[in-house]
C-alpha cells in the first residue's frame, strides 16, 4: 500500500475512534440530563459513525486500481460518499428544527446542566482535534471524501460549542431563579445547532453533486496546465483542446496537440512524455493524456503566405547537420 493510502487510512481509522467515543459520551449524557439539544447531538453522531464506516470502504474502494468495469479507476466513491454525508445531515437538521419547535410549544426542564456542559465541552476538544488531524491529511492527499469528514467533525465541534453556551446559560439562569427563561434555552439552541448543520451541509451537497457530473479540476489546476502547455511551446504548433475532471482524490487532463506534419513519431512522442511527466509532477494523483495532430497547412502563417517557423527550424537544423558532418570529413 501507497504511504498516501496509508495516511487515508489512518485517517478513516482517527474517524472511527472519534466517533464512537463521540456517540457514547453523549449517550450517557443524553440519559442523565434529558436535554432536546443533545439527543439532536446524539443522532448527529450516530449518523457520523455510520458515515465513518461508509468512509472507510469508499477509501479502500477508491485505491483500487482501474480494471475492465471501471477503466477510470473507482475514485468517484468518494464523491458518492460525500453526497451521501450532506444528504443525511440536511435530514437530520429538518428533524431537529421541528423537534425544537414542538418543544417551544411545549417546553420541558433540563436536568443535571453542569454534567452536559462537562461532558459537552469534551466534545469541543475530540471534535475539533479531530478536524485538524483529518483536514490535514485531506488536503495532503486532496481527498473530497475526507474533506467532507473534516467538515462534519469541525461542524460537531462548533454545535458542541453552542450547546455548552446553552448549558451555561440554563446554569446561569438557575442561579439566579429565572426557571421559566431557562426552559427555553434548550429548543432555541437546537434551532441553533440546526441552522449550524443546514448551510455547510447543503453547499457540500452541492459540491459532491457537481463533481459527479464531471466538474473541471480547480482553477489552479487549470492553470498549472497551461503553465506547463506555454513552457514547452516551441514543441508543438497549437494546442485544440485542454479537457479536464475529477473522479473523487483523482485528476484527469486530455490535450490534443498540434505538431508540424514533417515531425516524427519519435519526435511527437518524446514531446507526449516531457508534457505528461511536467503536469503530473504538478497535479497530485492526475492521469494526463495528450493525443498529437499532424499540422493541416490552416494556421496563420500559411493563410498570410508565410513561411512555417517549424519547417524553417527544421532546416536549419539539418543545414547545421550537414555542415558539422563536412567539418568531421
Same mark, same amino acid.
Given at each position: 500500500?501507497?504511504?498516501?493510502?496509508?495516511?487515508?487510512?489512518?485517517?478513516?481509522?482517527?474517524?472511527?475512534?472519534?466517533?464512537?467515543?463521540?456517540?457514547?459520551?453523549?449517550?450517557?449524557?443524553?440519559?442523565?440530563?434529558?436535554?432536546?439539544?443533545?439527543?439532536?447531538?446524539?443522532?448527529?453522531?450516530?449518523?457520523?459513525?455510520?458515515?465513518?464506516?461508509?468512509?472507510?470502504?469508499?477509501?479502500?474502494?477508491?485505491?483500487?486500481? #482501474?480494471?475492465?468495469?471501471?477503466?477510470?479507476?473507482?475514485?468517484?466513491?468518494?464523491?458518492?460518499?460525500?453526497?451521501?454525508?450532506?444528504?443525511?445531515?440536511?435530514?437530520?437538521?429538518?428533524?431537529?428544527?421541528?423537534?425544537?419547535?414542538?418543544?417551544?410549544?411545549?417546553?420541558?426542564?433540563?436536568?443535571?446542566?453542569?454534567?452536559?456542559?462537562?461532558?459537552?465541552?469534551?466534545?469541543?476538544?475530540?471534535?475539533?482535534?479531530?478536524?485538524?488531524?483529518?483536514?490535514?491529511?485531506?488536503?495532503?492527499?486532496?481527498?473530497? #471524501?475526507?474533506?467532507?469528514?473534516?467538515?462534519?467533525?469541525?461542524?460537531?465541534?462548533?454545535?458542541?460549542?453552542?450547546?455548552?453556551?446553552?448549558?451555561?446559560?440554563?446554569?446561569?439562569?438557575?442561579?439566579?431563579?429565572?426557571?421559566?427563561?431557562?426552559?427555553?434555552?434548550?429548543?432555541?439552541?437546537?434551532?441553533?445547532?440546526?441552522?449550524?448543520?443546514?448551510?455547510?451541509?447543503?453547499?457540500?451537497?452541492?459540491?459532491?453533486?457537481?463533481?459527479?457530473?464531471?466538474?473541471?479540476?480547480?482553477?489552479?489546476?487549470?492553470?498549472?496546465?497551461?503553465?506547463?502547455?506555454?513552457?514547452?511551446?516551441?514543441?508543438?504548433?497549437?494546442?485544440?483542446?485542454?479537457?479536464?475532471?475529477?473522479?473523487?482524490?483523482?485528476?484527469?487532463?486530455?490535450?490534443?496537440?498540434?505538431?508540424?506534419?514533417?515531425?516524427?513519431?519519435?519526435?511527437?512522442?518524446?514531446?507526449?512524455? #516531457?508534457?505528461?511527466?511536467?503536469?503530473?509532477?504538478?497535479?497530485?494523483?492526475?492521469?494526463?493524456?495528450?493525443?498529437?495532430?499532424?499540422?493541416?497547412?490552416?494556421?496563420?502563417?500559411?493563410?498570410?503566405?508565410?513561411?512555417?517557423?517549424?519547417?524553417?527550424?527544421?532546416?536549419?537544423?539539418?543545414?547545421?547537420?550537414?555542415?558539422?558532418?563536412?567539418?568531421?570529413?
Amino acid at each position: 500500500m501507497k504511504n498516501a493510502d496509508q495516511g487515508m487510512m489512518l485517517a478513516v481509522r482517527v474517524s472511527l475512534v472519534c466517533n464512537a467515543i463521540l456517540f457514547t459520551i453523549k449517550g450517557i449524557t443524553l440519559v442523565v440530563v434529558n436535554s432536546l439539544a443533545v439527543a439532536a447531538d446524539l443522532g448527529i453522531s450516530f449518523v457520523a459513525l455510520g458515515i465513518s464506516i461508509l468512509l472507510y470502504y469508499a477509501i479502500k474502494m477508491s485505491n483500487r486500481p #482501474a480494471d475492465v468495469f471501471h477503466n477510470y479507476g473507482y475514485g468517484k466513491i468518494e464523491n458518492v460518499a460525500e453526497a451521501i454525508e450532506g444528504v443525511i445531515l440536511i435530514g437530520l437538521a429538518l428533524a431537529m428544527s421541528f423537534q425544537a419547535i414542538l418543544h417551544l410549544i411545549r417546553v420541558g426542564e433540563v436536568s443535571s446542566p453542569i454534567i452536559g456542559f462537562i461532558c459537552s465541552f469534551l466534545g469541543i476538544a475530540i471534535n475539533f482535534w479531530g478536524a485538524n488531524f483529518i483536514l490535514k491529511l485531506a488536503e495532503k492527499h486532496a481527498s473530497p #471524501a475526507l474533506r467532507a469528514e473534516g467538515i462534519h467533525f469541525r461542524l460537531e465541534g462548533f454545535i458542541s460549542l453552542a450547546i455548552t453556551l446553552s448549558f451555561a446559560l440554563v446554569i446561569v439562569l438557575h442561579r439566579v431563579g429565572l426557571f421559566t427563561p431557562a426552559k427555553y434555552v434548550d429548543p432555541v439552541a437546537t434551532l441553533i445547532v440546526s441552522a449550524f448543520i443546514t448551510f455547510p451541509s447543503v453547499r457540500l451537497l452541492r459540491e459532491a453533486f457537481m463533481k459527479l457530473l464531471d466538474a473541471s479540476i480547480g482553477e489552479s489546476g487549470q492553470m498549472d496546465v497551461i503553465k506547463a502547455l506555454a513552457r514547452h511551446f516551441d514543441s508543438y504548433c497549437n494546442f485544440k483542446e485542454v479537457r479536464t475532471r475529477t473522479a473523487g482524490r483523482k485528476q484527469f487532463v486530455d490535450i490534443h496537440l498540434v505538431v508540424p506534419a514533417h515531425s516524427s513519431v519519435k519526435n511527437a512522442h518524446t514531446i507526449s512524455a #516531457a508534457l505528461k511527466h511536467e503536469i503530473a509532477s504538478t497535479l497530485s494523483d492526475s492521469e494526463v493524456t495528450v493525443h498529437m495532430e499532424p499540422c493541416t497547412g490552416s494556421c496563420a502563417y500559411t493563410r498570410n503566405g508565410r513561411p512555417c517557423p517549424y519547417m524553417q527550424e527544421r532546416e536549419f537544423k539539418e543545414t547545421g547537420a550537414m555542415s558539422g558532418d563536412r567539418l568531421k570529413s
